[in-house]
């Protein structure tokens, strides 16, 4: 994840954020251009879920369901990525 947060300064980024883009690498579904383009649109995680569709359409449905289940249960959406730490931190 460090490698990741440097590369697209993901520094305090939201958690879920954060694993969308390691899903998107780890998947190949897209590259950097794409990936950064996300992050600076208006609502990052709506953005980096919809690369890769319709081609990845399933697994972007299986990733929505799970990041929103996640997030239900308290899972996710309660750390942010800190490059100091290298890991994730409370918000």
Known sequence: MSQYANQ??????DDAVCLVVADIRHQGRAKSPAIIAALNSSKPLEA????????????????????KNL???GTLGTHKYSITHKDFVAN
């Open 8 to 13: 697209y300064e993901l520094n305090r980024v």
């Open 48 to 67: 980096l879920l919809n690369i890769g569709e319709p081609k990845y359409h399933e697994r972007l449905v299986g990733l929505r369901r799970e990041i």
């Open 71 to 73: 997030t239900a249960e």
